[in-house]
């Protein structure tokens, strides 16, 4: 998806109350060195962090403080061959980003800028500094070189130090109106039907499922996930596999089928044909049998799941211990 300022894909309606905020701190010459950008996923952090940045290195920026997208320095952004813009990621999806890298990174930032417009560090995704990473960062984001901005974009700020947020601007990202998501990707030509309030308010989330042919993937997944429950295949086997598949695709995949279950399960005749959560078959008959008590702390490690799936954890592991969890549930009787 592109993130020139030109796009509208880079302008989403909701983001406006917060970039008008941004344009007036930069036409101010008012903004921080180190801007935190948070929100939960797919809501457009990234594509906002990636205005600002823009924005901040654009020679001609328009009235609404947004960059020109025509500029030598737009066209190098745009290209990916800007000499003043230093990012630090993981080396590995999934991975932490280590001290080394962050010296590296802080080196980087200390060179002399290209262009008066100054120099740019890009973080992503902040979570993933370790501690000792993010220690060494204190010090860059205590003492940045003259105009230089940090910008670091996270999608759960509670797992950054305070240390590191202490020292930080931050701008916290909403998620939009179902009406308004819904507006956003018809324009888009994403077919909304089916969609609930929940995907509507990660509306990029949505437009990457489309991408990635979501519906096909989830049909495979729904097999697998039935054949373990019926002892057609090992959960090993079955993990060995679903671990290879895109992990954020994957643990969007297992809430909204942690929590489609349990809202049958809660339901006092537990009828599948009521499945407002678009359940197959072979999972919504699961929940008849299943103690919704039994089964919460399920859904609680789904959740956990999710977050490990961005640490070094294992996860053919996690998501192996899922699936046996699910059996032994399954197991016990549904409480009178």
Request: net charge neutral; with cysteine; aromatic share 4%.
């Amino acid at each position: 998806m592109s993130d020139t300022p030109a796009d509208d894909v880079a302008k989403p309606s909701w983001h406006a109350t917060l970039w008008a905020r941004m344009a007036q701190a930069m036409a101010m010459d008012r903004v921080a060195h180190g801007l935190l950008v948070c929100g939960p996923p797919g809501i457009g952090k990234r594509v906002f962090a990636e205005r600002i940045v823009a924005a901040l290195l654009c020679r001609e920026p328009d009235r609404n403080g947004d960059a020109c997208g025509h500029c030598a320095a737009c066209r190098q952004r745009q290209a990916e061959t800007h000499p003043d813009i230093s990012r630090l990621t993981p080396e590995e999806t999934g991975k932490l980003i280590k001290v080394d890298q962050v010296r590296a990174f802080s080196q980087r930032l200390q060179l002399t800028p290209q262009y008066d417009s100054g120099r740019i560090g890009w973080i992503d995704p902040a979570e993933a500094l370790s501690p000792s990473a993010a220690n060494s960062l204190l010090k860059t984001l205590e003492e940045p070189p003259p105009a230089c901005h940090i910008v670091l974009v996270t999608d759960r700020v509670s797992a950054l130090m305070p240390t590191i947020r202490s020292r930080c601007q931050l701008w916290r990202l909403a998620p939009p109106e179902p009406v308004e998501a819904r507006q956003w990707l018809e324009a888009r030509q994403v077919d909304c039907d089916g969609l609930d309030v929940d995907s509507l308010r990660t509306p990029f989330a949505v437009v990457d499922r489309h991408a990635q042919d979501y519906a096909t993937l989830i049909d495979g997944w729904d097999s697998a996930l039935s054949d373990v429950i019926r002892n057609r295949e090992d959960p090993a086997s079955a993990a060995e596999r679903l671990a290879k598949q895109p992990a954020d695709l994957l643990t969007d995949w297992l809430y909204r089928r942690a929590s489609g279950l349990l809202s049958l399960a809660l339901m006092k005749n537990g009828d599948p044909a009521d499945n407002s959560q678009a359940l197959p078959e072979s999972l919504a008959r699961v929940a008849t049998r299943m103690d919704p008590h039994a089964f919460q702390p399920w859904c609680a490690q789904v959740a956990e799941a999710a977050r490990l799936a961005r640490s070094n954890a294992d996860w053919q592991l996690v998501v192996e211990s899922l699936l046996l969890d699910l059996k032994t549930r399954l197991k016990r009787k549904p409480s009178r």
